[in-house]
């Protein structure tokens, strides 16, 4: 995990930052996947998830941490992944994703301080310049890693989400209480 230049914090300022948090959001294109999509000749659409990515989210979960999607693209196979991984709230189509965030929040009664949201793009700076732990992966637009105060050290698609899972999770002491879940007979 890196900091940003523009929001350099330090390594106990981040870990405080995490430790509100109640709900994380992810950006899709570029975050959860790689950024890249494939279209065949009958308009069907395939992404690559990283595995890893997706157990973090259910680790997020298991924690009892909300998790949601804001996505600016429309997909199929996003709605598939997010059943998958029980997402509920998932929310394509969002260019202007700050009212889906402001629904997220009234929705599970939070402040924006409980709130984390992992992106990488222009379209999603004005999440990123709210929420309460604005992280970027280490692939993401210049401009988009200005608004953040984590820069993970993984690529989109490649482990960032998990990354960002683990860090919070380790924040809020709770990472040893998941391990001994697997390493209980």
Known sequence: MKKTAGKDITLSALRQKARRIRLVIFDVDGVL?????????????????NVRDGHGIKLLQKAGIKVALITGRYSRVVEK??????????????LEKG???????????????????????IVDIPVLMRAGLPVAVSDAHEEAKKHAVMITAARGGEGAARECVEFILKAKGLWNEIINSYTEI
Do not use: M, W
């Open 99 to 121: 009212g889906a965030y402001n629904e997220l929040l009234v929705k599970f009664a939070l402040t924006e301080e409980e709130t984390a949201y992992v992106g990488d793009d």
């Open 81 to 94: 992944r997010a059943a998958e991984l029980g997402i509920t709230e998932v929310y394509q189509r969002c």
């Open 33 to 49: 996947t790689d950024g890249g999509i494939i279209l065949d000749g009958d308009n069907n659409e395939y992404k690559k998830f």
